[in-house]
């Protein structure tokens, strides 16, 4: 276990790491969770043995959004240079190479609903809200949330959640596209850290290539998404886990991958 007062990251055995926002009860991104979450992504990044990781936080909520208190304090050209720092923090986790998941309970308002956003898979317990509530504040979203969210619902639904800022229940996030799962309360991080084994189980160097060709071909013409494909690929043939997961094949067990 290690990270500042306001994030702690955990590194297991399995391959799985959990970076848990510790301001509770809201985990609102002011200056020092930012700059936290900033230097946890970095370590991530350099952190070659992590095959997934969970994003979760404490207490009841996910996160509240931006600390409005903080910000109302800062003057304008604070909050021009907060913002970027804000939004590259949100960049930095959803820029890791490998996996991640956000586990939600509670409220992910604005900021946190673009943090969950910045994530590859979402599961919410059943009982949470998520928006993007920056237009009732007079503002927009400014972390991805723009960008991220028509990315993954389509424009119409997108606009309607931006437009309106709405916060919406689990299940509405569910029928959405938001969430990938709802869970009872009691078993979100159960839920949460069984889709990150299942992940981490399979070869890591594959998993990284194949979110780098999803992400990177979104939006490329197709027969340069194909390429972009093909590189990918080329990247695992001369992987020991290739090797590795056909002998384990042929001797009818389950393979032993090293990231190798």
Request: net charge neutral; aromatic share 4%.
């Amino acid at each position: 276990m290690s990270g500042a007062a306001s994030v702690r990251l955990e590194a297991r055995d399995d391959g799985v790491r959990v970076l848990t926002l510790a301001r509770p009860p809201v985990n609102a991104l002011g200056r020092e969770l930012v700059g936290d979450l900033t230097r946890a992504a970095e370590r991530l990044l350099a952190d070659d043995g992590a095959r997934c990781v969970v994003l979760r936080t404490d207490g009841r909520h996910f996160c509240a959004g931006a600390d409005l208190k903080e910000r109302n304090g800062m003057t304008d050209d604070e909050v021009r240079a907060f913002v970027p720092r804000l939004a590259g923090a949100v960049r930095a986790i959803g820029d890791l190479p490998m996996p991640t998941i956000a586990a939600v309970r509670g409220a992910a308002a604005g900021g946190g609903c673009e943090l969950a956003l910045a994530c590859d898979l979402r599961v919410l317990a059943e009982g949470a809200k998520i928006g993007l509530r920056e237009t009732a504040l007079a503002i927009l979203p400014g972390a991805g949330g723009t960008q991220r969210l028509p990315r993954l619902i389509g424009l119409a639904r997108a606009k309607r959640w931006i437009f309106t800022a709405a916060m919406f229940d689990a299940r509405d996030a569910l029928a959405d596209g938001v969430a990938d799962r709802v869970v009872p309360d009691p078993e979100l991080d159960a839920e949460a850290d069984r889709i990150a084994r299942t992940i981490a189980a399979n070869g890591p160097v594959a998993v990284r290539l194949a979110k780098r060709a999803i992400d990177a071909g979104w939006s490329l013409p197709i027969d340069e998404a194909l390429e972009l494909e093909w590189g990918c690929y080329q990247g695992v043939l001369a992987t020991e886990d290739r090797v590795e997961a056909l002998r384990a094949f042929a001797e009818k067990r389950p393979p032993r991958f090293t990231g190798r």
